[in-house]
């Protein structure tokens, strides 16, 4: 049971925009960076963007991230089929010593 | 290029152990910690354990505490995660990742073994 809530699906036509909410606590997301990770379907999950708001090198500046207090934010403009994937938030926990890393619960984004 | 391969996963029935690696290649291992990461089939991500990549610090999920145990050999440039007791709900794909830092970024990932636990 994952302590960082996500929406289960979002969707929007080509060329619009998203947003995926990643809903935590003061022992996670509000004193730790948070990533988000695509996972197109059949495949390995990828890092899409770390350190709350910096994408790799490869990621388009369609994905954006930003994170305020306990609450994470993924962005997704100009939204192409190719968008079609799971999306996760994640970060690391310390409620509890030593600490765990956790995932969100995932988000289904589907382009209409 | 900087990849991961996980091998060892197979069918195995409940009780029994199994052991998964990870090799690495394209980079200097011992200059990273290592994540193991699993999916059941049609869920989401649950992760498993990270090894600091001197091997000095272990963590992991309360769900595979005392049973798993993660470990490296750096000359081999090889991870391992030894599974024992496994139960019905350890099956699963597991993926091994690179850690970016801080614990807190995993790329890239590997591809993945399954696991299925069943008798």
């Known amino acids: 049971q994952s302590v960082l809530t996500q929406p289960p699906s979002v969707s929007a036509a080509p060329g619009q925009k998203v947003t995926i909410s990643c809903s935590g606590s003061s022992s996670n997301i509000g004193n730790n960076y948070v990533s988000w990770y695509q996972q197109l379907p059949g495949t390995a999950p990828k890092l899409l963007i770390y350190d709350n708001n910096m994408r790799p090198s490869g990621i388009p500046d369609r994905f954006s991230g930003s994170k305020s207090g306990t609450s994470a934010t993924l962005g997704i403009t100009g939204l192409q089929t190719g968008d079609e994937a799971d999306y996760y938030c994640g970060t690391w926990d310390s409620s509890l010593i030593p600490g765990l890393y956790v995932f969100g619960t995932g988000t289904k984004v589907t382009v209409l | 290029q900087v990849q991961l391969v996980e091998s060892g996963g197979g069918v195995v029935q409940p009780g029994r152990s199994l052991r998964l690696s990870c090799a690495a290649s394209?980079?200097?291992?011992?200059?990273?910690?290592i994540h193991w990461v699993r999916q059941a089939p049609g869920k989401g991500l649950e992760w498993v354990a990270v090894i600091s990549y001197d091997g000095s610090k272990e963590y992991y999920a309360d769900s595979v505490k005392g049973r798993f145990t993660i470990s490296r050999d750096n000359s081999k440039n090889t991870l391992y995660l030894q599974m024992n007791s496994l139960r019905t709900e350890d099956t699963a794909l597991y993926y091994c990742?690179?850690?970016?830092?801080?614990?807190?970024?995993?790329?890239?990932w590997g591809h993945g073994t399954l696991v299925s636990v069943s008798s």
């Open positions: 394209g980079f200097t291992l011992s200059s990273y910690g």
């Open positions: 990742a690179r850690d970016l830092g801080q614990f807190t970024k995993f790329d890239p």
